[in-house]
């Protein structure tokens, strides 16, 4: 080893030194950038959140329909001359605010029934499916068996 130091700025001019780091003027556009960059970001966090919770009562609504048109196909196996409508809720199962409309109509010259099931979840509370609840409607036919 030779007794010399390298000096770090030998060679550059005087006052290379304070150049070497960053000045505060290129940390605040630095941080300028990433704030700009993370706008957007934030701002779809909500509605996430929003869609998250459309999706999951739409997949209530869904597996409840697909719960009532099951047990109405069953009904009209037993007994083919089941009321033309019902309607109720599903608070007993557990799903309270959750409700259901099943129209039963007979198909001219044809031993069918032609069932459609309506599940939505009733959020002002006036028994009928309305713009902005989750609604689901589901549409069949039986057949009469001999």
Known sequence: M???HRQPFAGKPPGAWRRAGLTLVEVMVALLIILIALIPLLTMLPAGHMLRGTTQHLATTTMLAERKMAEVRCVLTRDFAAPPSLQGGFGPQGFIGYRYQVTISSVAGR???????????????????????????????VAQRR
């Open 2 to 4: 030779t007794g010399r």
């Open 111 to 141: 031993p069918l029934k032609a069932v459609s099931v309506v599940c939505w979840r009733d959020l002002n509370n006036d028994n009928a499916p309305s713009a902005g609840e989750a609604q689901t409607q589901l549409d069949t036919y």
